[in-house]
């Protein structure tokens, strides 16, 4: 394996702030001399997490509105781990929100980075099962659509129109993973 030397940041320099992000220019001298300015999203430790819920012999999805891509896009619940909570304690509230379940038994699958290039965020995807009725008022600003999808049939989902988003398509292989691994007793 090659070992690789970091580049030195020589400069960080905030450059564009919004209510929601904070844009940073980074300068950077590379171990051959090579200098570039990147940027990327201040870094942060707050992480987030995805949760594949299961009932029976079903995975729920919500239905929801993504203004990035300006369309109604498929995929698992979501959401940020707030400050003080345990990825289970936030994957349960997110439930709660969501699609009106709690759940008795959570799985830590892995913990995914994002675009690292320009994110320092990391979600944590964790699989959900025993669940029961329970809800909590969540953030959304209008109901989201709960779709049970079997089990027997999950990876028909990477045909679906609208389920495109990366986490959610990496959360479905994980999902088989486990639920394959369960059904032949390892898990």
């Known amino acids: 394996m090659i070992d690789f030397k970091k580049p030195k940041i020589l400069n ?5 702030r919004s209510r929601l992000f904070n844009i940073q220019s980074v300068d950077l001298e590379f171990s051959n001399g090579v200098k ?11 992480e987030a997490v995805l949760i594949i819920p299961v009932i029976g012999e079903e995975l729920v999805l919500i239905r929801e509105y993504a203004v990035g891509i300006e369309q109604y896009e498929l995929g698992f619940p979501k959401g940020a781990i707030d400050a003080g ?15 009106g379940f709690g759940a008795g038994k959570f799985e830590l699958l892995t ?15 964790v699989i959900a099962q025993d669940l029961y009725p329970e809800c909590l008022e969540g953030d959304e600003p209008e109901p989201l659509v709960q779709i049970r999808w079997p089990i027997s049939d999950m990876m028909s989902l990477l045909d679906h129109s609208d389920f495109n988003e990366a986490r959610n398509v990496s959360a479905l292989f994980l999902a088989q993973r486990y639920l394959q691994a369960k059904n032949n007793g390892r898990g």
């Open 111 to 125: 913990k995914l980075t994002m675009a690292p290039s320009y994110f320092s965020s990391k979600m944590n995807i």
């Open 85 to 99: 909570e345990s990825v289970f304690e936030a994957a349960n509230r997110e439930l709660k929100e969501e699609i």
């Open 36 to 46: 570039r300015v990147y940027e990327r999203m201040k870094p942060s430790n707050r």
């Open 12 to 16: 960080v320099n905030d450059i564009a």
